[in-house]
């Protein structure tokens, strides 16, 4: 059975950081995109961070370029955000995600339907 579980969120204060976790179990992911989504309450669940398998490309929001970073090792099948100069607005539940999809070293997408595993979600609360 595949299972991917987040850890490390919480309340923290605006300015502050936060690293949030996720392992993955059942399969290794280490020749598959790798993802963080968000979903705010009574928001759609939206595109935070993603890695490729390689770990040489990423790509991130708009809204968290420069405050997150995605890092995985693929020898423990772990994936992490990094969350710095935290804001309210990127209260959330977190989601990581792992694609099943296969493709060049560097690839990776932002598109939710193409991430088939999904862990159960961490609340990030941030204060003002």
């Known amino acids: 059975q595949v299972q991917l579980v987040e850890s490390g969120g919480g309340l923290v204060q605006a300015g502050g950081s936060l690293r949030l976790s996720c392992v993955a179990s059942?399969?290794?992911?280490?020749?598959?995109?790798m993802a963080w989504f968000r979903q705010a309450p009574g928001k759609e669940r939206e595109f935070v961070a993603a890695?490729?398998?390689?770990?040489?490309?990423?790509s991130y929001a708009d809204s968290v370029k420069g405050r997150f970073t995605i890092s995985r090792d693929n020898t423990k099948n772990t994936v992490d955000l990094q969350m710095s100069s935290l804001k309210p607005e990127d209260t959330a539940v977190y989601y990581c995600?792992?694609?099943?999809?296969?493709?060049?070293?560097?690839?990776?997408?932002?598109?939710?339907?193409?991430?088939?595993?999904w862990g159960q979600g961490t609340q990030v609360t941030v204060s003002s």
């Open positions: 995600a792992a694609s099943v999809m296969y493709g060049e070293s560097s690839w990776i997408t932002d598109r939710e339907y193409e991430y088939y595993y």
């Open positions: 059942g399969r290794s992911f280490s020749r598959y995109p």
């Open positions: 890695m490729s398998w390689s770990g040489g490309n990423t």
